[in-house]
Nanobody, 123 residues
Framework: QVQLVESGGGTVQAGAALRLSCAAS????????MGWFRQAPGKEPEIVAA????????HYGDTEKGRFTISRNNAENTVALQMRNLEPEDTAVYYCAASGKVLALTRREYDFWGQGTQVTVSS
């Protein structure tokens, strides 16, 4: 059973940057494809970014391309999401998730989820 804990959320002004981190315990992260999802109030969860188990492949949601970067450090059992040029539309709870698949792009493919970290972007 993998436990995931997100950190790094907060309230920032539009145009700022934030770096979210996800720390895993209870299993080697190198066995899991990892992803970041977000859920804004009144909206369905959506994938932000995903990275393959060994970090060789990445995928980004349409609105994040060029602004967000997902990375992982399997030696430290962590995954990060670097977010730049944040917009008010990025306001949401961000979740880290682990999948038994090498690279997973949909919610149903993920087996373990963190509790989430709030990101609020003011205009």
């Amino acid at each position: 059973q993998v436990q995931l804990v997100e950190s790094g959320g907060g309230t920032v002004q539009a145009g700022a940057a934030l770096r979210l981190s996800c720390a895993a315990s209870g299993g080697a992260l190198s066995n899991y494809g990892m992803g970041w999802f977000r859920q804004a109030p009144g909206k369905e969860p959506e994938i932000v970014a995903a990275i393959s188990a060994l970090g060789g492949s990445t995928h980004y949601g349409d609105t994040e391309k060029g602004r967000f970067t997902i990375s992982r450090n399997n030696a430290e059992n962590t995954v990060a999401l670097q977010m730049r040029n944040l917009e008010p539309e990025d306001t949401a709870v961000y979740y880290c998730a682990a999948s038994g698949k090498v690279l997973a792009l949909t919610r149903r493919e993920y087996d373990f989820w963190g509790q989430g970290t709030q990101v609020t972007v003011s205009s």
